[in-house]
């Protein structure tokens, strides 16, 4: 999907939301893996398309480019953020941190914080999201770090707190699939009543934001049974089917789902959703990304695993639309307790007779619960059996 060139969505730090109890309860669970890795301090980086190691532990969104939170392996954390000293007032609402310094030549303030963190000694500095880094400020980090000490990478096991849901984090995400429900039955409709997809994007976008969200993405047929793809050009003409995926971030929290918009009886549909309910049956602990595709495989014929969903049937999401790792064509993925999952198939035949549906799931020992059915998929007890 296309990022947003820039984000305009309600991002302060509200603690109604996320009161500081819950980042307390993520920092000391991130400075214990610290100690477990015998790191002396973090570097957590994050910019405006990708920040959520950076959202997870100071709620931070950097809207003008990179940002760092620097923290010791005790004591006060601080954020460099991008923009200058005129800005730290706006950027001290986007979080609860209280020292936030401007980024400026990244180099030198963090030589002085590292110089304090490493005075009795060499240290340790692990590096969180660095996935994302560019090549300037990365040379910047590592010419920072070396005198004073080794940097290494922790996105494994850091990646692993955060895939883990809170109780809150499950509610903020069913707020998030609240709008993206919203959101996509406007979408429909409109696309129903003869619109073009442009037509219907825009009155989606526009529900999507009045209940809240922070950001909105769609991708959607350029032709009949086409895949999703980013709206281009002029021409908005009615599509039929009409295959579609859109996103929705609300406090942070992204949902995401696959909707096909045809009139029934769609023998591609049928089959998308079919297939879809039986991976749904199949998910939980343990359960590995080729049980799922062995689960939905006998529901497809004749029809084929749409190109789309075939090499990756979902993955994990939360405060990014895609968290690590993705469960593509690695078979022995296994889905994991109290994380949640975006979970797709699609149905491909002749010419425009194609189809994907999509859930989203939060996965617990209790068994599934479905926290975003497509409108065109049918709930099912059996799958419901663990739903809280």
Not at 167 to 184: D, F, N
Not at 198 to 207: D, H, I, P, S, V
Not at 308 to 313: A, R
Not at 335 to 342: N, S
Request: one cysteine or more.
């Amino acid at each position: 999907m296309r990022n947003t060139a820039l984000l305009t969505g309600p991002y302060d730090w509200d603690p109604a939301l996320l009161p500081l109890s819950e980042f307390e309860e993520r920092l000391a669970a991130v400075r214990r893996v610290l100690a477990m890795q015998g790191a002396t301090a973090l570097l957590v980086h994050g910019n405006s398309i990708e920040h959520g190691a950076l959202a997870y532990l100071t709620g931070f969104t950097p809207k003008l480019g990179p940002a760092f939170a620097l923290v010791p392996r005790d004591g006060p954390i601080r954020i460099l953020a991008s923009g200058g000293s005129g800005m730290i007032g706006s950027a001290k609402l986007l979080t609860w941190v209280e020292d936030i310094q401007p980024l400026g030549n990244l180099r030198n303030p963090l030589s002085e914080w590292l110089g304090n963190i490493a005075r009795d000694g060499r240290a340790v500095i692990g590096l969180w999201g660095g996935i994302k880094l560019a090549q300037r400020p990365y040379i910047a980090t590592a010419v920072a770090i070396q005198p004073i000490g080794t940097m290494i990478d922790l996105d494994e096991p850091l990646d692993a707190l955060r895939r883990r849901k809170s109780l809150l984090e499950l509610k903020l995400l069913r707020e998030s699939c609240r709008s993206l429900t919203i959101a996509g039955d406007v979408f429909e409709r409109i696309a129903s009543d003869g619109s073009g997809p442009r037509a219907a994007a825009l009155a989606a976008e526009r529900a999507a934001y009045a209940h809240g969200a922070q950001d909105f993405r769609i991708l959607a047929s350029a032709r009949s049974g086409g895949p999703p793809l980013a709206l281009d050009g002029p021409a908005d003409l009615h599509i039929a089917p009409l295959l579609a995926c859109l996103a929705v971030r609300f406090a942070g929290y992204w949902s995401e789902g696959f909707v096909t918009v045809a009139a029934p009886p769609d023998r591609a549909l049928v089959r998308a959703e079919a297939a879809l309910k039986a991976m749904l049956r199949e998910a939980g602990p343990g359960a590995t990304a080729g049980d799922l595709r062995r689960a939905a495989a006998p529901h497809l014929p004749p029809y084929k695993f749409h190109p789309m969903v075939d090499s990756t049937i979902g993955n994990g999401i939360g405060l990014s639309l895609e968290e690590s790792p993705i469960p593509s064509r690695n078979e022995n993925f296994q889905l994991e307790a109290d994380c949640v999952y975006t979970l797709r198939c699609g149905a491909m035949g002749e010419g425009s007779d194609n189809a994907i549906v999509s859930a989203m799931v939060a996965v617990s020992e209790a068994g599934t619960n479905i926290i975003w059915p497509s409108k065109n998929y049918p709930a099912d007890p059996e799958i419901l059996r663990g739903s809280r």
